[in-house]
T-cell receptor, first 114, second 113 residues
Framework: EPEVTQTPSHQVTQMGQEVILRCVPI?????FYWYRQILGQKVEFLVS????????KSEIFDDQFSVERPDGSNFTLKIRSTKLEDSAMYFC????????????FGPGTRLTVL | DAKTTQPTSMDCAEGRAANLPCNHS???????VYWYRQIHSQGPQYIIH???NNETNEMASLIITEDRKSSTLILPHATLRDTAVYYC??????????????FGRGTQLTVWP
């Protein structure tokens, strides 16, 4: 069964450094999402992406964040200058978009900012 | 922006049915009820969704009350691997496929041997 994959599974970085989290959505899916989950807290929506542009973003997704689909398979989340409070699990999700309702989530990347 | 209310935790004996309730009294006519679960910080996993009719798939059954103000997710024969946080989410499905999912705190289901 096709699945969303994410790399790396765990990323450790120093405060102020840039990080790029990578996702490979399910082939032929058209809509892509990033969510995050701070330890012990709720899963929070960050951004949705369709047709090579951001469709919707939350208040969390400020100028430090950006997303890109650099080729036909990868979907990336970049944090330009990480802060301690960016430490969280980051989940990528994708959606077929053709009369389909289900977002499929990846296993997540644990980001630790020191 | 949670529009649902769920108990914080429940437990269930292995092999028995787990019935997880959800209140969504402000649900709109075009909003579906979705259930996802999250096993120990893994990515959320879709379980089932419905509009007003009861639904069943290989994982679970979804019972929606006639007034649609509440629903129950039923895992007919819970196993230890069903221990997870279960999220009840309401959202528009058709014509709004870009829509974000709003996750609340969910219900921590613990299945014991």
């Amino acid at each position: 069964e096709p699945e969303v994959t994410q790399t790396p599974s765990h990323q450790v970085t120093q405060m102020g450094q840039e990080v790029i989290l990578r996702c490979v959505p399910i082939s032929n899916h058209l809509y892509f999402y990033w969510y995050r989950q701070i330890l012990g807290q709720k899963v929070e929506f960050l951004v949705s992406f369709y047709n090579n542009e951001i469709s919707e973003k939350s208040e969390i997704f400020d100028d430090q964040f950006s997303v890109e689909r650099p080729d036909g398979s990868n979907f990336t989340l970049k944090i330009r200058s990480t802060k301690l409070e960016d430490s969280a699990m980051y989940f990528c999700a994708s959606l077929p978009g053709r009369a389909a309702d289900t977002q499929y989530f990846g296993p997540g990347t644990r980001l630790t900012v020191l | 922006d949670a529009k649902t209310t769920q108990p914080t935790s429940m437990d269930c004996a292995e092999g028995r049915a787990a019935n997880l309730p959800c209140n969504h009294s402000t649900i709109s006519g075009n909003e579906y009820v979705y259930w996802y679960r999250q096993i120990h910080s893994q990515g959320p996993q879709y379980i089932i969704h419905g509009l007003k009719n009861n639904e069943t798939n290989e994982m679970a059954s979804l019972i929606i009350t006639e007034d649609r103000k509440s629903s129950t997710l039923i895992l007919p024969h819970a196993t230890l691997r069903d221990t997870a946080v279960y999220y009840c989410i309401v959202r528009v499905a058709r014509g709004s496929t870009l829509g974000r999912l709003y996750f609340g705190r969910g219900t921590q289901l613990t299945v014991w041997p």
